[in-house]
């Protein structure tokens, strides 16, 4: 093993590790006892179900609640646990616990793993994010036992508490609320302030990223002192809050909805906040309408930030890439943020991250549309939400037929471990060269 992992680059590990941990889930929840029907879930569900789980996004082809028994539930949790974190991170404190030297390679793929941007301090850092994970699952936890125990007894309480802490910390949406109404995800307490509020700070924590709170835990409340990248990302997922919250703030004042103003806030805060891959929703999406579900879409689309339980493309990126247009429209030179210069190639990669996203969802919900016959505008809601890793569901997901089911698959896998990820797992080598083509303008624009 030692041989075979020094012949391989920190990405292809990674993606190694995703693709064992899913295929690991898909054969335990193809146990007979992992669910509730009589003989072993088909492969084809098993295989949707732990690719959804490890890349943290919660799509599901059949209800948490009512399909999978306790120990299919228990699998599922897992496999969010160690996606969220990341597999890397998983192993790493093993070795830790296990008091096991990490080599430079460990080092190395740790920080491809987290978003890093050293190697020096990797181990800390990989040590501070179990402990605040551990940490805020467990107050999560704590703070939604007095509603569930009080709804579903004691023991069920405590159950649903800790999945409901693990599920949102990590942005991956499952839910076991299936046992009021199938596919209902959180609608049962839409207007239960205390877990709606639980939920919605579980989601940001988890999704703000652990430099981000590595920053806040050295730093506290002087700003001046915090990375750029974690300035960026504050003020970036404050304003992707604010004002979709506002625009559905106004949406759900509609007769449709029969919303008093206080349920009103609480609801279009809860969406704005779970729309960023977390992927629980309260109302029913369905009626939501033609810009309030385009606003979701690229609300899924962006997506968490670096370093994260969350996917998508990330608030740095959309940060970056409003930041180079900026700078274009003022005819400077060079992007900046908070009086800091933007490297070239951070711009260049926000560039083809972007491009590759656009295209695998517009792609993967042009070949759905196409093989299930059903409109492009609920196709692309599901795809923007399988590549975001978010869960989010018009609920077609259920209805779809194997190949469908297969893109769904990939987009979600390709989301979780991140497309460029993929491209640098699979173009080895040093491609450098000192040679340059000659230079010819082209008109853009």
Request: proline share 2%; glycine share 10%; net charge positive.
């Amino acid at each position: 093993m030692k041989k075979i992992s020094k012949k391989l680059s920190s990405f292809q590990i990674i993606i190694l590790g995703f693709l064992g941990v899913i295929l690991a889930g898909t054969l335990l929840l193809m146990l007979p006892f992992s669910s509730k029907e009589s003989g072993s879930a088909p492969f084809s569900d098993c295989l949707f179900t732990a690719t959804s789980a490890t890349c943290v996004t919660g799509l599901i082809v059949h209800d948490t609640a009512t399909y999978w028994t306790a120990f299919g539930q228990a699998v599922i949790l897992i496999l969010i646990q160690i996606g969220g974190l990341g597999v890397v991170t998983i192993m790493a404190s093993l070795a830790m616990i296990s008091g096991r030297k990490i080599g430079l390679l460990q080092r190395n793929t740790m920080q491809d793993s987290i978003s890093a941007q050293h190697v020096g301090g990797i181990v800390r850092l990989t040590s501070f994010a179990i402990k605040i994970t551990l940490a805020v699952e467990s107050v999560g936890a704590l703070l939604m036992m007095p509603s569930f125990c009080k709804e579903f007894g004691v023991g069920k309480g405590i159950w649903y508490s800790v999945f409901h802490s693990v599920s949102a910390f990590c942005n991956a949406g499952f839910d076991l609320m299936g046992v009021k109404e199938k596919f209902s995800s959180l609608t049962s307490v839409a207007y239960n302030i205390p877990v709606n509020i639980v939920i919605m700070l579980l989601i940001i924590i988890g999704g703000i990223g652990f430099l981000t709170w590595d920053d806040i835990k050295m730093h506290k409340f002087n700003l001046k002192k915090y990375r750029m990248q974690s300035k960026v990302i504050l003020a970036t997922s404050g304003i992707l809050i604010i004002f979709p919250a506002v625009y559905y703030f106004f949406e759900f004042a509609g007769d449709d909805w029969n919303m008093t103003t206080g349920e009103r806030i609480i609801t279009a805060l809860f969406q704005s906040v779970t729309a960023r891959t977390a992927g629980f929703n309260t109302v029913n999406l369905s009626m939501l309408n033609g810009g309030g579900m385009i606003i979701m879409i690229f609300l899924m689309l962006i997506g968490g930030s670096p370093g994260s339980t969350a996917g998508g493309m990330k608030t740095t990126t959309i940060a970056v890439l409003f930041a180079s247009a900026f700078s274009v429209f003022r005819k400077e030179k060079d992007a900046g943020l908070f009086g800091r210069r933007i490297e070239i190639d951070t711009v260049k990669n926000a560039s083809a991250i972007l491009l590759m996203y656009l295209t695998i969802f517009l792609s993967g919900a042009a070949a759905i549309s196409n093989i299930e016959n059903l409109p492009i505008r609920e196709c692309m809601f599901e795809t923007s939400s399988a590549i975001a890793t978010v869960g989010l569901s018009l609920g077609i997901t259920p209805t779809l037929g194997i190949v469908s089911r297969i893109i769904l698959i990939i987009m979600m896998f390709l989301g979780r471990v991140g497309g460029l990820t993929v491209i640098y797992a699979t173009v080895s080598g040093n491609h450098s060269n000192l040679s340059k083509l000659p230079q010819e303008k082209i008109t853009v624009g």
